[in-house]
């Protein structure tokens, strides 16, 4: 960046099943987006970008805060940090020279992971179109991977299907239990 090196957040290089994708430089890994778990967030660059979006209630707030610092110039960096982590009962997959993961979350956060990383793609598919486009191609094998090997698959796939909806509206927001993504209509 016209700034050199100031990162925005430091993370974990590998917080569990979780592998990122980037460049390496100056003893870190460069990449777009971490997770919250374990990454330490400069306060005066959070402070710069403003408070997380609440609105995104619980999955992809983490990432929403490093696009929002990327395009700010900030490095959003990976370090060799120990750290054990697990995602719900996730369960990692290796295809081909990727590793995927079938999270086994309930329908619940189905719902607001497929809805929160859409309305981010919608918010920065013109300044980022590759992550975007990497981000949907994301999504769409999590779901994939969800209709055909997880539990409570009816239920999951209505929740994914109406994080779909809700993102193409624009609706962000806590649901309500009447807007239980799970039941059907």
């Given at each position: 960046?016209?700034?050199?090196?100031?990162?925005?957040?430091?993370?974990?290089?590998?917080?569990?099943?979780?592998?990122?994708?980037?460049?390496?430089?100056?003893?870190?890994?460069?990449?777009?987006?971490?997770?919250?778990?374990?990454?330490?967030?400069?306060?005066?660059?959070?402070?710069?970008?403003?408070?997380?979006?609440?609105?995104?209630?619980?999955?992809?707030?983490?990432?929403?805060?490093?696009?929002?610092?990327?395009?700010?110039?900030?490095?959003?960096?990976?370090?060799?940090l120990p750290m054990g982590h697990?995602?719900?009962?996730?369960?990692?997959?290796?295809?081909?020279?990727r590793r995927v993961l079938l999270?086994?979350?309930?329908?619940?956060?189905?719902?607001?992971?497929?809805?929160?990383?859409?309305?981010?793609?919608?918010?920065?598919?013109?300044?980022?179109?590759?992550?975007?486009?990497?981000?949907?191609?994301?999504?769409?094998?999590?779901?994939?991977?969800?209709?055909?090997?997880?539990?409570?698959?009816?239920?999951?796939?209505?929740?994914?299907?109406?994080?779909?909806?809700?993102?193409?509206?624009?609706?962000?927001?806590?649901?309500?239990?009447?807007?239980?993504?799970?039941?059907?209509?």
């Open positions: 960046s016209e700034r050199g090196f100031v990162p925005g957040v430091v993370a974990p290089r590998d917080p569990g099943p979780v592998r990122y994708r980037g460049t390496e430089g100056r003893g870190f890994l460069s990449t777009s987006e971490v997770i919250q778990s374990g990454a330490m967030f400069s306060l005066s660059q959070l402070g710069e970008i403003g408070d997380f979006d609440e609105r995104l209630v619980i999955d992809a707030v983490d990432s929403q805060a490093c696009l929002r610092l990327g395009e700010r110039g900030y490095d959003i960096v990976c370090a060799d697990r995602l719900g009962e996730a369960i990692g997959f290796e295809v081909g020279s999270t086994r979350h309930p329908p619940q956060r189905h719902y607001y992971m497929t809805r929160n990383r859409l309305l981010l793609v919608r918010e920065h598919a013109l300044r980022r179109p590759g992550w975007a486009m990497a981000t949907v191609r994301k999504t769409l094998v999590a779901a994939a991977l969800t209709a055909t090997l997880d539990d409570d698959r009816a239920g999951k796939v209505s929740a994914i299907a109406r994080g779909v909806r809700d993102a193409l509206r624009g609706r962000a927001g806590r649901i309500s239990v009447r807007r239980d993504p799970s039941r059907r209509p």
